[in-house]
């Protein structure tokens, strides 16, 4: 390793420098004889007269201000450190960012005492750590600069020297020494905080802060006189024969003693004393403190317990302080980054472009409930949840086949009195059920969503760059008036082949609910085409080797569907598209912008509407695509209703997958039962609601007659509020 790393510096560019290994910063006082700690090249005039000394002992002697900035502190160190590699798919970035971590554990101390005495520029102004450089024999890296120590110096010690534009040229201690040695900046890490216009040394909190500081501890011995003035009664003596000496012995023995003894003739009474200001002394002082508050944590509800203040403003409050802390973790990785990463790297490699990250360890402040209402948010617009990512978030592991299962309770159905006395029969089951062949359809639907989702999109993109293209003449004309030529026959076809195709299965499972062992569906979930959407005449193909071949006057009515639905929301998407370009446009024209932003903009309107987004991809192909299932089921039931019919359907039951996204309509329609015929069949015919799941199912004569179930008229009723689908859902 040695002989490589000497050939790479060889051959190199830009050879590896050699470091420092020596410490050049002292540390005490006397190794730099005396020093004024009042800097007449900082400009923050606190420091100027005061001394930076009596800054640093702000948290020294004021527990309260001690707190809040331990507090600012430990959020920002507290999720510990990574390295991460610029590439993670190149072996020598990935050693690189090894190194450098291994090189941060192995110096003296801990990194993470580096980092807080590293955060005291924030309130300081700036702070300094000396980079004390090693030679490390590494087993794993061979022969490598490491970092003995991260040293963290007294600021107050060191003076900087800039040339006319801002720039450190170099460091001294000693001010007031004949001979201060010259330091140089690249051996410290220097942090500082709103240095601005080149400003090295910064301006800190403590600075912002110092008057509220001192008001509050001259407060206290204000205040400390005022208690103990007016904490007890003022002493009336009349002497009577008693002498001054003799007075002036009996007030100290009333102040001391609890009892004492007069002489005769003298008199004793008490004066009782009111102060109407003691409670103006602590206004005074909580005025002090809340400055504190929000100059360190930018806020005053997470810091102390008090009164007033609700929990939507508590959050607020929060949110201002974890933005603060961000800030402050940013300013912190970005310093150590470009100063101690970097030079590691260079000391150790040559020709570095790409550098590992010194970064915030992955952490998530989210409780178990957040993260599982998440889980819940996402999974409901159509996102897969890994079983690896809950048991990682709940530590609930997977249950193994010898394991006690707990049974989810199952939300009960609304059947009758006289249902609940009898033996369930199979349509009973299937309704009471979590609904095994309803999860298996919607299953199937997904994979048909899933390719017609990504063929839509892919064509949207195509269109939003013509869009663009053909609007380039108008806007380089300065006209506002633009008629784009579109075809919509590719989003038609597209929409056309996944709406038939959810139809077909739709009256394929429709099918398998009338046939009492279901067989013929089951197998149809193992033959989807390898393609999932077919063309018009090949998804028919399909459909007849599953099933009896659908008469002349079924393919025609499906086909129209199909083509219908596919029409309206492919000539709905390419209007608005074309209204939001025009408008684009005119805004573009109206406002003097240039191309570039105006692209932007048709480019930005397009992603808040059109197919292209995740939501409007939802809303088209997991809405529609299950009404087409649902409205295929509904056809193939038809023929079974008529009387003449073998077993013919008189009724049909609400099936809804009941689990713990179900919605309440859902949950109160499951099990509900109602005539052929009736309104209600073709009011709630699913989707009712977003991302809705559930679907009707039959019940014929045979198990209408043995079970005898009631017929329900109306729609459920809870907590005195009739249940109906949403806006704009149901047939």
């Known amino acids: 390793m040695q002989f490589k790393r000497l050939l790479s510096q060889m051959f190199a560019s830009d050879p590896t420098p050699t470091p420092d290994t020596s410490e050049r910063a002292v540390t005490t006082a006397s190794a730099y004889g005396t020093r004024s700690y009042y800097s007449d090249t900082n400009p923050d005039k606190i420091v100027a007269t005061k001394g930076m000394p009596y800054l640093q002992q702000i948290p020294r002697k004021n527990g309260y201000t001690y707190g809040l900035e331990q507090q600012r502190k430990n959020r920002s160190t507290g999720p510990g450190w990574t390295v991460a ?22 110096m003296t101390g801990r990194f993470a005492d580096s980092q807080k005495f590293m955060l005291d520029g924030i309130f300081l102004g700036y702070s300094i750590a000396e980079l004390v450089w090693d030679d490390w024999q590494s087993a794993t890296y061979g022969s490598r600069v490491g970092l003995a120590a991260l040293k963290s110096k007294d600021p107050a010690t060191f003076d900087f020297h800039t040339d006319k534009f801002g720039n ?60 103990e003035r007016y904490g007890q009664p003022i002493i009336i003596v009349e002497p009577g024969n008693a002498d001054d000496k003799g007075v002036d012995d009996v007030i100290n023995n009333v102040q001391r003693s609890t009892g004492i003894k007069i002489p005769p003739g003298m008199k004793i009474s008490f004066l009782e004393t009111r102060s109407q200001g003691q409670a103006g002394y602590e206004r005074f002082i909580t005025e002090h ?105 709940t530590s609930i592991q997977r249950a193994q086949p010898d394991d006690d299962i707990l049974v989810k309770p199952v939300t009960q159905p609304q059947f009758s009195a006289e249902s609940k006395t009898n033996p369930m029969g199979k349509v009973e089951k299937f309704a009471q059920s979590t609904s095994t062949e309803g999860r298996k359809i919607v299953n199937t639907l997904e994979e048909i969503e899933g390719e017609g989702s990504e063929q839509y999109g892919e064509l949207w993109k195509g269109i939003r760059d013509d869009l663009i293209k053909q609007a380039t003449p108008a806007f380089e004309a300065g006209k506002v008036a633009f008629e784009p030529s579109i075809t919509r026959k590719p989003l038609t076809t597209v929409l056309n082949k996944t709406y038939l195709m959810s139809y077909l299965v739709g009256r394929l499972s429709g099918q398998a609910a009338l046939d009492a062992t279901r067989e013929k569906f089951k197998q149809t979930l193992t033959v989807l085409p390898s393609d999932v959407i077919l063309p018009p005449k090949e998804a028919l193909e399909w459909y007849n080797t599953l099933s009896d071949p659908m008469s002349g006057k079924a393919v025609q009515v499906a086909r129209g569907y199909a083509l219908d639905r596919a029409s309206a929301v492919a000539i709905d998407d390419i209007g608005h598209a074309s209204t939001v370009v025009r408008n684009v446009l005119r805004e573009s024209i109206n406002a003097g912008w240039g191309f570039d932003q105006f692209q932007k903009g048709v480019v930005e309107g397009l992603q808040e509407y059109t197919a292209i987004t995740p939501t409007r991809l939802d809303l088209i192909f997991r809405n529609v695509t299950m009404s087409a299932l649902n409205e295929g089921r509904m056809d193939q039931f038809k023929e079974a209703e008529e009387p003449a019919a073998i077993n013919p359907i008189v009724a049909y039951v609400y099936d809804a997958i009941m689990d713990d996204r179900t919605s309440d309509f859902c949950s109160s329609m499951n099990g509900r039962k109602y005539a052929v015929g009736d309104p209600i069949i073709k009011s709630a015919q699913p989707q009712n609601h977003h991302n809705c799941r559930s679907m009707w199912s039959p019940v014929v004569q045979t198990e209408q007659d043995k079970k005898k179930y009631t017929i329900d008229k109306a729609y459920p009723v809870k907590d005195g509020e009739v249940l109906t689908p949403a806006k704009g859902f149901g047939a």
């Open 168 to 227: 450190v040229e170099y460091l001294t201690q000693g001010k007031y020494s004949s001979n201060p040695e010259q330091l140089d900046p690249n051996k410290f890490v220097i942090a500082t905080y709103e240095g601005k216009g080149g400003n090295p040394y910064g301006i800190g909190i403590y600075s912002r802060i110092y008057w509220s500081d001192w008001f509050i501890t001259e407060g206290w011995k204000i205040w400390g006189s005022a208690v």
């Open 289 to 393: 403190k809340t400055n504190i508050q929000i100059a360190i944590l930018g806020q005053t509800l997470t810091s102390e317990q008090g009164s007033t203040g609700s929990q939507a403003l508590g959050n607020v409050h929060k949110s201002v302080r974890d933005e603060i802390i961000k800030d402050d973790t940013r300013w912190m990785y970005d310093i150590l980054n470009e100063q101690l990463i970097r030079r590691l790297v260079d000391f150790n490699w040559a020709d570095v472009v790409d550098y590992p990250t010194l970064m915030p360890a992955p952490t998530n402040d989210m409780t178990i409930k957040e993260q599982v209402e998440v889980m819940q948010m996402v999974q409901s617009m159509g996102y897969d949840v890994t079983q690896n990512h809950v048991e990682n978030v």
């Open 85 to 106: 590699p610029s590439d993670p798919d190149d072996a020598n970035a990935v050693m690189m960012a090894e190194f450098c971590a291994d090189a941060l554990k192995r």
